[in-house]
Nanobody
Framework: QVQLVESGGGLVQVGGSLRLSCAAS????????MGWFRQAPGKEREFVAA????????YYTDSVKGRFTISRDNAKNTVYLQMNSLKREDTAVYYC??????WGRGTSPTEYDYWGQGTQVTVSS
């Protein structure tokens, strides 16, 4: 079993930055693929970014490309999401997820085995 705990969310103004962290514990493995998803009120959970176990491959949804960066530190069992130039439409609960399989890009929620509890990001003008 793997436990994931997100942190770093909060209230930020349009154009500001936040860095989310996701700490993994339990039966951790640096071979897990990791991803970030978000869910706004009244909307379905959507893919934001994913990273392979080595960190060599990363994927982003189009709306965050050039603004968000996903990274990982396997020595610390932690994944990060650096979010810059935030927009109001980035407001959502952000979830970290881990998957055992190395297949695919990790852009669908169904590919993931473990989820964190989420952290709220609110972007205001």
């Amino acid at each position: 079993q793997v436990q994931l705990v997100e942190s770093g969310g909060g209230l930020v103004q349009v154009g500001g930055s936040l860095r989310l962290s996701c700490a993994a514990s339990g039966r951790t493995s640096s071979s897990y693929g990791m991803g970030w998803f978000r869910q706004a009120p009244g909307k379905e959970r959507e893919f934001v970014a994913a990273i392979s176990w080595s960190g060599g491959s990363t994927y982003y949804t189009d709306s965050v490309k050039g603004r968000f960066t996903i990274s990982r530190d396997n020595a610390k069992n932690t994944v990060y999401l650096q979010m810059n130039s935030l927009k109001r439409e980035d407001t959502a609960v952000y979830y970290c997820a881990a998957r055992r399989s190395a297949w695919g890009r990790g852009t669908s929620p169904t590919e993931y085995d473990y989820w964190g509890q989420g952290t709220q990001v609110t972007v205001s003008s």
